[in-house]
């Protein structure tokens, strides 16, 4: 490398001879015309490069745009070379006018070419170079000042990034410290702008270049860097970490810097001053983040993680919730190291203490170390819980009680939506749980109301809106709607249109859609509902109910209704109250959930009829009365709103039973009307026309609307009044003038509700009337009304429109006035084949068509969209094909769910029109579009004449990748799809993948999405959906929705038919799963193995789910296999995946009579259908962890290197420093410490003794203060010569864990030292809180230190003295 820098950087050739005296001054002035001009061009390109590559940054993830801006920048870097190119043609060839074109390049601060720069320099020093050089001060001013010039063209972008690197290091490596020196402050200023320079460029290399090791040594930059990191300049060093966390690429990277003791310098960064240091904290903080992003994890000592632990138990600190998610983290990925660095004990205190926004986060951490003994054996049995609901069973209030019994009851409810969490609840005969049902009966209001209110959230219950007055005792009663319980969906719920087919107006609900307008709030509400991946729930498991089946049990166990009764005694309504919703609604679920003889002793409730009929406490007699009272109407509301199908067919056919209903309640309805309408005398009529007032006045605003509506839908739907009104009166035609678009009346009244109700619902009414009648049906057309509606429609013709006038249909009128309602109308008119013929006649359907292309007119094509009526064959149909396949991406996906609405809407079970419509969506450029229609022809493959046709068509999936395997699973379902997969080699490819990987992506799948449903994740916010959106690929949450149903699996689909079960034993892939579970020890602790037998077992438990399926596992008898380990495992989340697959099992009758056989019960409902749900005979067995035996992981004694100097100076200092992490002894340590730096300074610049004393911080628990004391008193400055010892105090200390590594083997030791003190978990959480160890002063030989041998050079400080527990404030005066 110096080779080819040094060849570069040789004298250049001799310059050409000068021009002839006439044409120098000429020449020169063109030279700097132009390079002005390219000095400024360069400039404008610059800023442009810059905004481009800022853009980049922000449209990262949306291709287009992100192709358009990388063309933008690649053709702005060609511009800017050729300008480049240009510059540094006349910079060399520039002459006599160098002087000015040098100054020229500076004043635009020109970075072109550094090159040119030293080769300026040399010249300009050569003919400077009249004095000999000295050592003087001046002259080495006069180097650092030429050393800045060079900094004018450092890093042109023509370099290699292997020359510029080269440069950057060199310049980096200059010793700040010895420019601190008196009188060298102005040198300081210009080294630390240089390095804030040069740093700043090499951070811009490191983001845009990869593999930078190929171009430069990663050794030499950590070295460099390093260097940065130890100086005196607070920007320099945070600069310096930047860089150093963009260096990090892999563990390699991670050792270079522990090698070189970056840990240190990190260690050094963490304990500085929070309120001047910040920023160099945090960049710390974020290169350990980085380290264990890119698995560094084995090179992260305990030093690193007690600077961090010691952060986090600053609670005012502002980086505390990221050290506490990064010691979540590294509990994670090494739980001993975190316990060794008193990790664990800070996680549970931030736990109790309710960290904002932290506790899923601990929590999830302190789930997945309870999960296998391996990790929990680092916890003691029985402690950590109790810490965590402690504030349960306090009976004094005491300083923030009622918040942190909050905090605790948000930690148990986050605690039971896991299995560890559950299983920890039931540990010790279920001691935890039963202690936080206790808390009910304290007699403390708000500590009830707390629990009651975390007990909702536990069993999932969502109030009724009205619960307040109940509560409050201003109503006797609540109203409930189906679905209560939040796991609970059912498509009536999520379907907004159950009901009318077409949006115009015969109900409120259709007034508040109309009034909402054909904006977004239309697009949202189209896409309420969202499909599942498949909605066939038959095989699928509601695997929320079946959790909190066991929750519930649990509880009930606990005594929780017992505890309930008792509250309903309280003198308080509201505790009484909302006891009793509670209690009604554990009786709901457990009806639901429980096998049917628990749900039988569970509604017995002995002792609150006990109190019911007890004459001697009035108060008590009346709320238990009252309770049951409630309990009663709730069950009696609940039977008759109950509609909780059990698979969306059921669903349908409820939804479709209430549109016939409806209709012919409508029916006979019109009929009343018609004959009321027939029997009226003409006087009556003429009466009834004069009191609306149209025959009186033209003013609108004085008509009686009512009596118009009514009139409309009695008497004038008999043919004679119609005719009467029409030809006799003017009434018809005055209503009809009132709705011409150019009359200005209706389409110019403001779109509030209470217009929308009377004006636009009248004209609904009237159009139907109209249609009704063959004579309205030629007046209609007769009337002006529609034609001016298609002119209308014609101004939005860019060619045709008046630029000069509003359109009817303008944005602004279509948003704010009844100028929407016309396509209202005309969709009322699209029912009606009369009303289709009159569109035709007056080419309002070819308007649409032309409207349909407008680029800017969304709002418009989806009024047309939800308006249109498709139940005939005709105009609409096509118009909607039209806009799902030549529209922007957001219309069309609108397009394609407004389909799915159309179709869970209609009368017929077959659609073969939607079908082609949606196979047509499946090849569309949008990937969002196609996925949406893969859901709804999975939905509507659920009638079976739709899959037969769907199949008949043999679309083509195989580009669609992943997105088209619900529409193939459903494909097998059948045996002619079966036979179409077949014979294209679907079937044996997908099982070849299930067998080899994909049952383990399933695992993953499935739990991201039960863990999703159990955190009960609200929704994404609601977005334009017209919006491009440039997240939309490889979004998780829009591919598997957290529904808490287990997603479809390829052998559950492959086993429904007979032809799926040959194949499945051909393959013999079964024979497998049986032998791999029957083969699993209990005592394997192989991460890979517990994730691949969750694989096995879900695989099997979905063959097991269907009836074809069911006798594989009967021939191997494996239920009772899978039985054993949800009984014996002592891996927590496979007892409950286990759990899960039983359910599965349960699924069918045959099912549960073999689980009956293995003690476990089988739920069903009322008509004798499997729910799916099973809960085993014997809670203890299934519920019940053995104790396991605690291990404790005792923090690793410091290890002194054998060079360090052993005096009394140096045994003092340490034996000080180390009574610092004592809180009784620190203030004399601190005092001591004090006295000793003033007496010996020296000591305080060893660069020995400051690597023992970072050992020991690394060793024994030091809080914020004290370590920020200890690190301030040595006065270390870090030279390159202090740096080499370092390094040396360092390979001694590696050397001497080597061998005593290789003693330990040869000896046979176990690699426990005997050491008094333990780590900081032990003495946060035991009664007898451990002792932190001190260096002590005495000699070597004494009693209190002893020095052990480690192969005749390593002398390790064991300490066997005991000191007073370390508080929690460390308090100390520093003179």
Sequence with gaps: MENAVSSTLAPSPPPPPPPLPSTLGKRSSQIMRELDELLTRHDKETKIKLGVENMLEVYFKDKKRKKDLEAQLESCNASMDEIVQRIEYIRTNAGPTISEVTQKLKEHNYTGNALFSSTITSNTSSRNRSKPRSNSSPNIKGKQKASQENILFPDDDAWPIGKRLHHIITQLRIDEWKATKPGTSSDALAIKESKLAKLDTLLRILKNTTDIETHYPKQNMVACLRQCIAGPNREVRVMSLRNLRHLVEGPTDVKIMMDMQIDIFIVRALSRDPNNHEPEREQSLKLVRSFIEYNGLDYINQGIVRAIVAIAEQTDCRLRNISLETLA?????????????????????????????????????????????????????????????????????????????????????????????VFLMCANNMRAARSVVQTLRFPAPETQKIVLDMFFNVFRVKLPKDYNNFLTGRQHTVHIASGRSRGTSTSDQNNPYCGATSRLGASGNDMNDLMKGFGYADAKEAMAHKPNSSNNNTERLNMLDHHLCIILIIFIDADILMALVDMVKSDDVYISRKATLLIGEILQLSTRLLPIMMGIQVQSLPKLFALASNFEDEQVRHNATTALAHIDRLTRARVRYMSIPSSHVTSTLTSKANNNT??????????????????????????????????????????????????????????????????????????????????????????????????????????????????????????????????????????????????????????????????????????????????????IFSLFYQLSELRNRDDLKIAIITNMDYTLDGHPRVLLSKIMTSGYNPIRLFATQYLGNIMRRSESEYNGWIIRLLLT?????????????VSLLDEACENQGNLELLVKYRPSLGHLGEIGNPLLLRFLSTSTGFRYLYALGYVQKEMDDWFEY?????????????????????????????????????????????????PPHFYGELTKTEDGCGLLREKGHFQYFADFIRNYSLENQNPEVFQQLKAVLWAVGSIGATKNGLPFLEEEDIVKDIVHIAESSEVLSLKGTCYYVLGLVAKTQQGIEILSELNWDGVTSPNGVPEGLCVPQNLELFLSIRNWKYTPALSNPPVFPSTVEQDDITLDILKNIGDMSNHILANEASKNLAKLRQKHPNHF?????????????????????????????????????????????????????????KYKKEEGEDGKDDIDGGDDLESSISNEPLREPSVSNSSVNSDKKKVVPRSGKQQQIVHTETLEPVSKQIGFDVK
């Excluded at 965590?388 to 004094?396: H, N, V």
């Excluded at 609601?1022 to 690929?1033: A, C, G, L, M, T």
């Excluded at 004393?1253 to 203060?1265: A, D, I, K, M």
């Excluded at 870090?1278 to 864990?1297: I, K, N, Y």
């Design 329 to 421: 983290e590294l509990a994670i990925l090494d739980i001993g190291l975190t316990v060794r660095s008193g990790g664990v004990r800070v996680l549970m205190q931030a736990l109790l203490d309710g960290q904002l926004n932290m506790a899923e986060v601990l929590v999830h951490a302190l789930v997945y170390i309870l999960d296998t003994p391996g990790r929990r054996r680092y916890l003691r049995p029985g402690v950590e819980l109790e810490t965590i609901i402690a504030p349960f069973t306090e009976t004094g209030k005491g300083a923030n009680f009622e918040e942190r019994l909050k905090n605790s009851a948000r930690v148990v409810t986050l605690l039971l939506k896991s299995w560890a969490g």
């Design 662 to 843: 409806t209709a012919r309640t409508q029916e006979m309805v019109h009929e009343v009307k018609l004959k009321i309408g027939m029997a009226i005398d003409d006087t009556h009529f003429r009466q009834l026309l004069m009191d609306t007032q149209v025959l009186n006045t033209k003013d609108y605003t004085k008509w009686n609307w009512e009596s118009i509506s009514e009139l409309l839908q009695g008497p004038l739907l008999n043919p004679r009044r119609l005719e009467e009104a029409m030809r006799g009166k003017k009434f018809i035609k005055r209503l009809l003038a009132f709705y011409r678009p150019f009359a200005h009346k209706f389409s110019d009244i403001n779109a509030s509700k209470a217009n929308i109700a009377r004006h636009l619902k009248t004209g609904c009414i009237m159009i139907q009337t109209l249609l009704g009648n063959p004579d309205g049906v030629r007046y209609l057309s007769e009337n002006k009304l529609l034609s001016q509606i298609a002119e209308a429609l014609s101004e939005l013709d860019p060619l045709n429109g008046d630029p000069e006038t509003e359109p009817i249909f303008s944005k602004e009128r279509m948003e704010n006035t009844l100028s929407r309602g016309y396509i209202t109308l005309l969709g009322v008119m699209s029912k009606h084949k009369d009303g289709v013929r009159l569109m035709e006649k007056f080419k």
């Design 921 to 933: 969506q499946l090849y569309d450029t949008h990937l969002d579009v196609c996925q949406m229609a």
């Design 998 to 1046: 994909r049952n383990l992506q399933y695992v993953t799948q499935l739990e991201l999405s039960l863990a999703r449903a159990l955190a009960n994740t609200s929704e994404k916010k609601d977005r334009n959906p017209f919006e491009e959106r440039i997240d939309s690929e490889q979004n998780f949450e829009n591919l598997q929705p957290g529904d808490g149903l287990s």
């Design 1245 to 1301: 610049k060893r660069v020995d003794l400051f690597y023992c004393v970072c050992q020991l911080l690394g060793s024994y628990h030091f809080r914020t203060p004290v370590r920020k004391y200890i690190l301030e008193i040595f006065d270390m400055r870090f030279t390159p010569e202090l740096l080499q010892e370092l390094d040396s105090v360092a390979m001694v200390d590696e050397q001497q864990e080597d061998e005593e590594e």
